[in-house]
């Protein structure tokens, strides 16, 4: 299985997140208060987060990876000395931005949060140096969160190529499923397809040879138990319950 693979990836990814967002004064205030970005997360079922089972472990790693997506909502906040360059409450754009100075880490974050009737927005964007890596004018961040709580999509910019570098999208149906989405360009592809009870199911897609090829697939109920299918190039390769 090539869970290790992704999470090696993802895990770098966390990494430069964590520093760019946690290098900032904590406190909030009341002058910088804005709409914040709520990632929506998966409960891991008990049966699924006890077991021992290769299905079970995989199915959990790929749930706490979109999990984990919602640690970079550190960067879409801004810190209580930020500079507020415009207010506007209820529509329009807010752009935020601050210093960050610290060993040899001299950056400037902005952020430009727009609402409008439907939909708050969030870009960050990057200038200068941080953790070794030099930005210019580099937009790092994009996302959205629908006012109705239908949907979300949170994109991750490549600082080498500008490219997207990791998008995760969300979408709550009329029957109550909420759609997670996850992809790597030209990586990988988590799908999930979580029900109120907490039941779901999993795909996830490799990109072999300029495509996408589901590789593992796996389904549980609401208390956690299920079972799982594995293959290579279209083959049954493993198979197993929980």
């Given at each position: ?169 969300t979408q709550v149906q009329l029957n ?67």
């Open positions: 299985m090539k869970t290790l693979k992704f999470l090696a990836l993802f895990t770098g990814m966390i990494t430069l997140i964590m520093v760019a967002g946690c290098k900032k004064d904590e406190d909030t205030s009341d002058e910088n208060k804005m709409p914040a970005y709520e990632a929506k997360t998966i409960e891991i079922p008990d049966a699924m987060a006890q077991s021992s089972n290769v299905g079970a472990q995989e199915t959990k790693s790929y749930i706490s990876m979109i999990n984990g997506m919602a640690s970079f909502g550190s960067m879409l906040t801004p810190p209580a000395k930020s500079t507020a360059n415009k207010h506007l409450k209820d529509s329009g754009t807010e752009t935020y931005s601050w210093e960050v100075n610290e060993g040899t880490s001299n950056y400037t974050v902005t952020l430009n949060v727009t609402e409008t009737a439907s939909v708050i927005s969030w870009e960050c964007i990057l200038n200068g140096i941080m953790e070794g890596i030099t930005f210019n004018n580099f937009t790092y961040i994009r996302a959205e969160e629908y006012k109705d709580g239908t949907g979300s999509r949170f994109t991750l910019y490549d600082w080498e190529t500008s490219g997207i570098n990791m998008d995760l999208s109550g499923i909420t759609v997670f989405t996850l992809e790597m360009p030209e990586k990988m592809i988590v799908s999930l397809n979580i029900k109120a009870d907490g039941s779901g199911t999993m795909e996830f897609k490799d990109w072999i040879n300029g495509q996408y090829i589901t590789t593992f697939e796996s389904e549980w109920d609401a208390t956690g138990h299920g079972e799982f299918w594995e293959y290579d190039d279209g083959n049954l390769i493993d198979h197993g319950v929980w």
